[in-house]
């Protein structure tokens, strides 16, 4: 199976702050890498796949890069909707697998 | 507007068996692979598995062969998950959810959950 790890686990930023997660692979998983967005007692929201690609209707300040077993995604200006936390899932392979999580909180 | 409707979740002992339905509206099902993922209390997000449009594929965790059957009814827009054997670890919100692209994950759309408690 594939592992997926996260990094960091939590990170604390303010409104405004840019905020990077990183994302990878225990092995090669081309760009079937999706990231997703939950909050407390929610189902997950896909926010971008193909490692880049964002979702119709997720905000632009929301990006993914990344490709092979490194990947990132980034919230270029934090906005107070987006305190959440954050999984990374890879589509390479059965079964599929997500990272444990990072979470987003305020400073 | 794509809506899944998970049902059939509670408390069962351990040993004992729950199916889990989803109802599906606002898209064509049988165009679409469908997902199982679960959530233990306090817990990340692990994939249960899959069945492709038209039911005869289906992958799933190791973990979970064998004791979960994944299903589904196209001419009622509809998915199952047949639970076995059930174990305490298996206590979890059991979301479905459509896969965007098929057999890819990419997961677009999610039941509000459903919460299965294993426990005597």
């Known amino acids: 199976d594939i592992q997926m790890t996260q990094s960091p686990s939590s990170v604390s930023s303010s409104v405004g702050d840019r905020v990077t997660i990183t994302c990878r692979a225990s092995?090669?998983?081309?760009?079937?890498l999706a990231w997703y967005q939950q909050k407390p007692g929610r189902a997950p929201k896909l926010l971008i796949y193909?490692?880049?690609s964002l979702r119709s209707g997720v905000p632009s300040r929301f990006s993914g890069s990344g490709s092979g077993t490194d990947f990132t995604l980034t919230i270029s200006s934090l906005q107070p909707e987006d305190f959440a936390t954050y999984y990374c899932q890879q589509g390479n392979s059965f079964p599929f697998t997500f990272g444990p999580g990072t979470k987003v909180d305020i400073k | 507007e794509v809506q899944l409707v998970e049902s059939g979740g509670g408390l069962v002992q351990p040993g004992g068996s729950l199916r889990l339905s989803c109802a599906a509206s606002g898209f064509t099902f049988n165009s679409y692979w469908m997902s199982w993922v679960r959530q233990a209390p306090g817990k990340g997000l692990e994939w249960v598995g899959n069945i492709n449009q038209h039911g005869g594929g289906k992958y799933y965790v190791d973990s979970m062969k064998g004791r979960f059957t994944i299903s589904r009814d196209n001419a009622k827009n509809s998915l199952f998950l047949q639970m076995n054997s059930l174990r305490a670890e298996d206590t979890a919100v059991y979301y479905c959810a459509r896969e965007a692209t098929a057999a890819r994950g990419d997961f677009d759309y999610w039941g509000q959950g459903t919460l299965v408690t294993v426990s005597s």
């Open positions: 193909a490692a880049s």
């Open positions: 092995q090669g998983i081309s760009s079937w």
